[in-house]
């Protein structure tokens, strides 16, 4: 690569998306992540065509581009930009594709300047369909597939039946046909969406596919300003007794020597002050030791918050990906992740499966 490309290299990559991976991909490997998205992508030289859409093959990138380019602590990626060559078969095909190929093998995408770790995100897993299918032929396959709901949520849902544990919604308004509801998932039915590549090869008679994306319920929380006065108020009281303690030792006179004089005051006075100072230097050190083991444990605790939250939502996708693989075997659909990839197992909506 001459001077001038390499000078230029951060501002094309920076507005178009680009997948910047940990290690150069196999060819192969890539090839088989793209088709995925089209299962009809294809080589071209060393790149790979896609939907419309073409994959450069991969440039190294140092950390002096990469700084530019505002990925942090990162020394070397390999970047893969994704050049529009023609119309694309859904918006933004390009950047889902960047997405995709980053989100597998364990790398960042990068669009318009803003790099994004899609690991963070797994998204709702969809199910492409060539129709709307009747609540008939949806609601056997949920009721096996979903967590039972306890009853219909009235406020939300006013025109909801409960049928075999799941909630069933006609919407029949705008996109949005039907919406299917157990104790944790959701399912929504949307008509009317273009055909993506991995449609358009199994319908290529249809103009327009259905789409189911299961999400998770929303939950209303709680309101915590019922609790929050109270709680206040009894912090304020618990204080204000702290506070009386305080005053009443300080006010509190001390016990006298009867048996001692001034000298043996001075004396006494000396040593104290001398007792005192070791006192104050010892309770700083407890102070700081103790201190240091609370923002440890602090530091232990919070990263186990953070792993437990972590498998929690690894499993949450997991089932939503169960559900979808459920819908498209029972409908003969097509399962996909958030960005329109593939997926034959569970497993598959899992970051760095390629990787």
Not at 93 to 101: C, P, Q, R, T, V
Not at 114 to 120: Q, V, W
Not at 129 to 137: D, F, G, I, N, T
Not at 315 to 331: E, F, I, N, P, Q
Request: aromatic letters at 4%; proline letters at 8%; hydrophobic letters at 40%.
């Amino acid at each position: 690569m001459g001077w001038l490309s390499k000078l230029l290299l951060p501002g094309r990559l920076r507005t178009g998306p680009t997948a910047l991976l940990p290690a150069r991909p196999d060819p192969k490997t890539l090839l088989a992540v793209a088709q995925l998205a089209d299962p009809e992508a294809r080589t071209d030289g060393d790149d790979i065509l896609a939907g419309g859409s073409r994959i450069e093959s991969p440039v190294e990138l140092t950390g002096d581009v990469l700084a530019k380019l505002g990925v942090p602590d990162e020394d070397r990626l390999w970047a893969c930009r994704i050049a529009a060559e023609g119309p694309l078969p859904v918006d933004f095909f390009d950047k889902s594709l960047a997405e995709g190929i980053a989100y597998r093998l364990g790398g960042w995408s990068l669009c318009q300047g803003e790099p994004l770790d899609p690991a963070e995100d797994g998204g709702d897993p969809l199910v492409y369909l060539p129709a709307v299918p009747e609540p008939e032929e949806i609601l056997p396959i949920l009721a096996e597939s979903l967590r039972h709901a306890d009853a219909v949520d009235t406020a939300r849902w006013p025109e909801g039946e409960l049928i075999e544990g799941v909630v069933h919604v006609p919407v029949r308004r705008g996109r949005v046909a039907d919406v299917y509801a157990g104790a944790d998932v959701l399912v929504t039915v949307e008509e009317g969406h273009r055909l993506p590549p991995a449609a358009q090869t199994r319908w290529p008679y249809l103009t327009e596919v259905a789409i189911a994306r299961v999400s998770p319920v929303a939950r209303t929380e709680e309101e915590a300003g019922e609790d929050a006065e109270p709680a206040g108020a009894a912090s304020g009281a618990a204080a204000d007794d702290r506070t009386e303690d305080v005053t009443s030792a300080e006010a509190a006179p001390g016990p006298l020597d009867a048996g001692s004089d001034s000298e043996d005051a001075g004396t006494g006075a000396s040593t104290g002050a001398g007792s005192d100072a070791e006192g104050a230097q010892a309770a700083t050190s407890r102070n700081d030791a103790e201190g240091t083991e609370d923002t440890t444990d602090s530091e232990d605790s919070q990263d186990s918050e953070d792993s437990e939250d972590t498998d929690e939502a690894r499993g949450a996708l997991l089932a939503r990906a169960a559900v979808a693989l459920a819908l498209a075997d029972g409908l003969r659909g097509i399962a996909a992740d958030s960005r329109g990839f593939q997926i034959a197992e569970v497993a598959d909506v899992l970051p760095g499966g390629h990787a």
